[in-house]
């Protein structure tokens, strides 16, 4: 029964991941194209309804670091960093936002809005389209890429803001017929120039599309003023893309990549959370930069003064540690983890830090010659 009830969680998740948004997908181009949209409804509920919720969790899932950090050269992390920069991450949620709202109120009302009302709709979804193509294009220099943790994560990330466009274009022309069937008001006359020239403009659809740019001006303005005020810079939609590294439009060059395998402390050190673990400083081992912390520091002194002192005793404390501190490290996959490895060794490092103080006539000196390639000072 175990295995039976496995199976379908698994057929399950298939299905919804991977199987419902292509399906989605193909449902929106036809939409597209035909008159007479197929179960338009359900397929624009199923876009928002699983394509945000499945959109966040897999941007979330990759666990990206911004362009300033290094990334860890571990087998189960993700090795691109993030696509959207997170000090301007604010920026990008919010012109998503409006963008959907708009969305979704058009789509619900259509023909029982007042042109204002679906002209400042129809600019906010151009915002969104805009966004959506801005992130496609971002996305695109790493589609099927190698660094990514599953084969076609990145395509489908960019499957909601293709949906979003495809649905939308749809949605502006449904719009347009609904008002081009409905304009009954072409025979009314306003003296002033300049009421009877908006009263044109307003009652033929047809102008809607240009007179949405015009519109989409002071709903960014409005947007930008809101934005600043909450710490964001005026050009932090740009930014968002543009200080990022690894991505299509990206103009940061992050650090070189850290390597930690083969000693769990180091894994600590570059895994653990920062306000626990506290890491350093960067240091090299075996040719290669790490994150080092004090108690790696310590650890590693202590065994070149054991190394030092007595080789033999060294010897078999290396054996011991290079048949089960290994494949330790091998577990420590999450910060949690990490942080725990970090406290469990505590009293180790306590002792290690009283042996040294003992026994050399340096101690601190040799600690800080750790990693550095350097040796230690007299």
Known sequence: MGQVAGAIVLIIVIFIFYIAPLVITVFNIINLVKKKPALENRTDIFTFLLGIPLSL????????KDYKEAIVLDPTSFRLHTPI???HILTFIVFAFIATAGYLILRKKKGELSPIISLICISAIYLGMALGILFIIQLS?????????LPFDVIYLCLLPL?????????LRQIINIHSENQEEKGIYYENRF??????ILTSSKNWYAVAFLVLIPLLGVLLIILVLFGQSPDSIIKAFTETSDWTLSQKISPP????????????????HKSLVKPTRMGIRHGVKIVVNRQLCIANAFEQLIQEKTPGIHKFIRYIYDKYGYPVSKHITTSWRADFVYVLMKPLEWFFLFILYFVDVNPENRIAMQYTGKKVLP
């Open 57 to 64: 969790f897999l941007f979330a899932s990759w666990g990206a």
């Open 85 to 87: 920069s997170y000090e």
């Open 141 to 149: 220099r790493n589609f099927l890429s190698k660094e990514t943790l």
């Open 163 to 171: 949906n979003y466009i495809l649905c939308s274009a749809r949605l």
């Open 195 to 200: 009421l009877n020239f908006c009263h044109i």
């Open 257 to 272: 990549p850290i390597k930690y395998e083969g000693h769990y402390l180091c894994t600590v050190a570059v895994n653990g």
